[in-house]
Every structure is written in structure tokens, then in C-alpha cells.
């Protein structure tokens, strides 16, 4: 691990000399002007991780891959209509969103389609905008996915709240048809206040549906389950505070054992920006699965570097709550491209 440390700092180093050049992108600048109209918006996101653990807990090998490969494409049309479609060239199938709108008005816009059930901040938030490479594990464990259904959303006071309340068939993207005759209820409310130097943001959340062929903790799941959340985010000036939790409520079968349970986890998440193209963060990461499996608890450290508009490097060390020896620490390196 010494020797990967080492090769991490030199390479810091090297990328961040990039800083100190001239600020002009001309080329990102003729992308902008070719490739985002209100008509027709077209961007990538490429990622590429590193993955490194000593003695190895985490599911996986030390090595590399390429963690995203995206393409979206989106825009308005006539008559308060508008599009999304995203697909993914690293899983299969290789559709992600594909979304028709219908605009009433500011306060009611319709979407049909599949997209991201409104739920938690972090998970609504694209991938390329994540603060760590990964998303804190509640958030991809307990909450809802990509689902296929109806979204009502819009937006009062000057934009100061925010609504989406949606219904789904709740088996997961890339089911064309619903496996019972039950749904996915999923609603988001949130605030945002604004400032000149400083933004705040909170969400609840909430959502319900009867499974015949669920999932949790890559266990089976039938039976009743209740989503509920809380997010809040503060970033004032060159500081981040970020918080969220997530709970489900479970009453049904988990690998035909009955079981009422009450899964939860949470991240708590402090930033500070030195300067506008570097990022440092500090994260706990907490999943207490009720049992299901066990407990896991993370600390962060976490690097994020702008080198250009387009371009990211994020560092994460991560520590391990219960296994705090050097051997079982594990870096993360992304280096990303998104336009």
C-alpha cells in the first residue's frame, strides 16, 4: 500500500501543475456552442477507477475498470414538450432513461417513461456531480431504482420549493411489463434557499409498494415495504455540510424467512474548498441492516480536483470502522470526463 501511496502523491503532483496554466478551453468552449441547444443537448461521461486494498475485504480484486461509460441526449420541443434518453455502454441492457414531458405550467410538468424514482438527494444527483466515487451505501442499497411509471413534478415561489410524486411498477428498470398488479408510490418535497455566497437545500421523502419478487441486501424480499428519508445540504461560501438518512420498514419474506425489520443508514458529509478547483471532504458512511446482514461503517477522506470544466480527479481513503489496520484501508482513484 506504501508504494501505491507514493505513486498517488507524484501523481497529484504531476496532474495539479495543470492549475497553474492558462484558464481559456477553446475546444470545451466550440463543444458548448456546437452541442448544447435548447433543442438538442448531447453529453458523455466517461469514468475510469482504481481500486486498490491490501488484504482484500471489499467484494472485488485490486485493479482497474472503467465505471461509467454514458451517453445522454435531451432537449425541448414544440408545444411545452420536451425529451431525455440515457444509455450506458458498460451494462446490459443499455437503456438507463428515456423520458417524454409534458410542461402545464411551472408548478405541474408530466413525465412518462423511465427514470430514477424521486427519492434522496445523492441518488437523484447525476453521476458525474457526486461528491466521492461511490454514493454513501444507504443510498444505493435502500433506495428505490431506475423505475418505469408516471411522474408529476413542478416548482412554487420563485423556485424556492420543489415537488415530484410518482407512480411505478416497481421491479426495477428494463422490465417492460409489471410483475403483479401492485405499484411503487415514491414523493419528494424540498426546499432551496439562496444566497449570493451560500445555498441550502432539504428534501423528505417517502414511498411505499408491495413486492412479489423483491430485493434487499442481494436477499429476496416479498412482502409490504415503506421508503422514508431525510436529506439537508448547506454549502456557504468555500464550506459543505451534508447530511441524509434513509429507513425502510419491512414486513414480509426475506429468503422465505419471515421478518419485520427496520433496515437504516445514514452519511454525514463536511467540505472545505481551499480553492475553486480543489476539494477536500471528510464523510461517515453508517448502514445498519437490522440484523439482515452485518453492520458497516466507513470513514472517508476525499479529494476532488477540476483540472479543466470537462475533467475530475477524486481520491478517496477509506477506513473501515471495524477494521481499522493499515492492510485493510482502500483507495479509490476516479478520473473522469464529463462534457
Known amino acids: 500500500m506504501k508504494k501505491y501511496l507514493l505513486v498517488l502523491v507524484l501523481f497529484l503532483i504531476s496532474v ?89 405550467s411551472n408548478a405541474f410538468m408530466l413525465s412518462a417513461g423511465q427514470f430514477k424514482a424521486p427519492f434522496s438527494k445523492e441518488f437523484l444527483t447525476y453521476a458525474a456531480n457526486i461528491d466521492f466515487v461511490n454514493r454513501a451505501q444507504a443510498t444505493v442499497i435502500l433506495s428505490p431504482r431506475r423505475e418505469i411509471g408516471f411522474q408529476l413534478s413542478g416548482k412554487f415561489v420563485d423556485d424556492l420549493l420543489e415537488y415530484r410524486a410518482g407512480i411505478f411498477n416497481g421491479n426495477g428498470p428494463n422490465e417492460i411489463f409489471n410483475d403483479n398488479n401492485s405499484f411503487l408510490y415514491v414523493g419528494r418535497i424540498a426546499m432551496t434557499l439562496q444566497t449570493e455566497n451560500s445555498k441550502y437545500e432539504i428534501g423528505l421523502n417517502a414511498g411505499y409498494s408491495t413486492d412479489s419478487n423483491g430485493s434487499i441486501f442481494a436477499k429476496s424480499f416479498v412482502g409490504k415495504r415503506i421508503f422514508l428519508g431525510a436529506d439537508f445540504r448547506a454549502q456557504v461560501q468555500n464550506f459543505l455540510l451534508s447530511t441524509e438518512i434513509i429507513i425502510n420498514k419491512l414486513d414480509g419474506t426475506i429468503d422465505s424467512v419471515q421478518s419485520k425489520s427496520e433496515p437504516y443508514g445514514y452519511q454525514i458529509t463536511l467540505g472545505y474548498k481551499p480553492l475553486s478547483k480543489h476539494q477536500f471532504l471528510l464523510r461517515y458512511d453508517n448502514l445498519s441492516p437490522d440484523g439482515i446482514i452485518s453492520d458497516s461503517d466507513f470513514y472517508i477522506i476525499g479529494y476532488n480536483y477540476w483540472p479543466t470544466q470537462a475533467t475530475e480527479l477524486q481520491v478517496n481513503y477509506i477506513i473501515d470502522s471495524e477494521q481499522t489496520e493499515f492492510k485493510y484501508h482502500w483507495l479509490l482513484i476516479n478520473l473522469q470526463i464529463s462534457i
Open 16 to 104: 495539479t501543475k495543470i492549475s497553474f496554466g492558462q484558464d481559456e478551453e477553446p475546444i470545451y468552449n466550440e463543444y458548448i456552442k456546437n452541442f448544447k441547444k435548447d433543442y438538442f443537448t448531447l453529453e458523455m461521461l466517461f469514468q475510469a477507477v482504481a481500486d486498490f486494498q491490501p488484504e482484500r475485504t471489499i467484494i472485488g480484486n485490486n485493479g482497474f475498470s472503467v465505471s461509467n461509460m454514458r451517453l445522454r441526449m435531451f432537449g425541448n420541443l414544440d408545444k411545452n414538450f420536451s425529451y431525455f434518453f440515457q444509455a450506458s455502454f458498460i451494462i446490459s441492457p443499455l437503456l438507463l432513461d428515456a423520458i417524454v414531458r409534458y410542461k402545464f
